[in-house]
């Protein structure tokens, strides 16, 4: 698991999105509609997990594919969510969605925060 002494500023190149989400039932169906809220834009490392750490969490029912590095945030909610845009060669877009599992904050420093994160889904 990585340390604080592990994470370095110049590695935090990706602008992502983290925002809290509000589930509430659709007016007019049977859905539910995620309503983001409180956006801020942060930089952050973001890596894939190794195969042990994505099936080790397969079987606690809590998937782990990305580990996401940002500046310490004091507390992050399960209902966070971190969005990365990403273009592609052609041009378009691909909008990322990272369900925060869990967070830690690392070495005890007040310096930088781990989220432990499941790739939700992207849009185009």
């Known amino acids: 698991m990585a340390e604080a002494s592990d994470v370095e500023i110049r590695r935090l190149r ?4 983290l925002m809290n989400r509000i589930q509430a ?22 890596q894939a997990v190794g195969d042990l750490t994505f099936w080790s969490g397969m079987q606690t029912d809590s998937p782990i594919t990305h ?5 310490w945030i ?22 990322e969605r990272f369900r925060v599992r869990r967070w830690k904050e690392l070495g005890g420093r007040k310096r930088f925060t781990l989220l432990a994160c499941e ?6």
């Open 14 to 17: 990706w602008p992502v999105y």
């Open 25 to 46: 039932a659709q007016t007019n169906g049977t859905g539910i509609d995620e309503i983001p809220t409180d956006s801020i834009l942060v930089r952050a490392d973001v």
């Open 67 to 71: 580990r996401i590095f940002i500046r």
């Open 74 to 95: 004091d507390a992050i909610p399960n209902i966070a969510v971190v969005g990365r845009m990403t273009l592609r060669r052609d041009g378009s877009a691909r909008v």
């Open 119 to 124: 790739l939700e889904g992207y849009e185009s």
